[in-house]
T-cell receptor
Framework: GENVEQHPSTLSVQEGDSAVIKCTYSDSASNYFPWYKQELGKRPQLIIDIRSNVGEKKDQRIAVTLNKTAKHFSLHITETQPEDSAVYFCAASKSSYKLIFGSGTRLLVRP | GAVVSQHPSRVICKSGTSVKIECRSLDFQATTMFWYRQFPKQSLMLMATSNEGSKATYEQGVEKDKFLINHASLTLSTLTVTSAHPEDSSFYIC?????????FGQGTRLTVV
């Protein structure tokens, strides 16, 4: 089955700097790659997603890139703000909903 | 967006008892829902796929007789943790798909004492 690896497990950046989180997946049939933000004790919230027919997608300060050949995808957050501090999860799926999650990255944005 | 409601949000139960968690899609129908388990500071681990009108599909290593799943209608799936033990204490969360996006319930924090 699908296996998703995520790095780093923790990331600390200065406010205003960029943050990059990387994930790799094992199943070449996976075609949907969402990113979720989870605050402590709350449900994951979708922040951006990408499908295998595109290589990059951007939404304001957040962007995701996908390299199908290498089977990896990355989340890029620019101009980080303290409210970006949370745990971020990548996921992969062969459909839109049976998601296999990465191990998570705890992002801390220092004021 | 869509709304998925999970109840209860917190529950404390005695060891050996059973606990039922409900997951409802409030404004859409979901033939398939998913149950995840999350330990503190860890990722969401898929436990099972709940299929309306048929048996759930469990992931490897998940005991189907311990984690009973029922999906009796297009808007409701339930997860029952039977004969709960302290090691079952965890954050349980469901999801349902609407269109091409998965929506999560708010989660249930189960503490077994």
């Amino acid at each position: 089955g699908e296996n998703v690896e995520q790095h780093p497990s923790t990331l600390s950046v200065q406010e205003g700097d960029s943050a990059v989180i990387k994930c790799t997946y094992s199943d070449s049939a996976s075609n949907y790659f969402p990113w979720y933000k989870q605050e402590l004790g709350k449900r994951p919230q979708l922040i951006i997603d990408i499908r295998s027919n595109v290589g990059e997608k951007k939404d304001q300060r957040i962007a995701v890139t996908l390299n199908k050949t290498a089977k990896h995808f990355s989340l890029h957050i620019t101009e980080t703000q303290p409210e970006d501090s949370a745990v971020y999860f990548c996921a992969a799926s062969k459909s839109s909903y049976k998601l296999i999650f990465g191990s998570g990255t705890r992002l801390l944005v220092r004021p | 967006g869509a709304v998925v409601s999970q109840h209860p949000s917190r529950v404390i139960c005695k060891s050996g008892t059973s606990v039922k968690i409900e997951c409802r899609s409030l404004d859409f129908q979901a033939t398939t829902m998913f149950w995840y388990r999350q330990f503190p500071k860890q990722s969401l681990m898929l436990m099972a796929t709940s299929n309306e009108g048929s048996k759930a599909t469990y992931e490897q290593g998940v005991e189907k007789d311990k984690f009973l799943i029922n999906h009796a209608s297009l808007t409701l799936s339930t997860l029952t943790v039977t004969s709960a033990h302290p090691e079952d204490s965890s954050f349980y969360i469901c999801s349902a798909e609407k269109g091409t996006e998965a929506f999560f319930g708010q989660g249930t924090r189960l503490t077994v004492v």
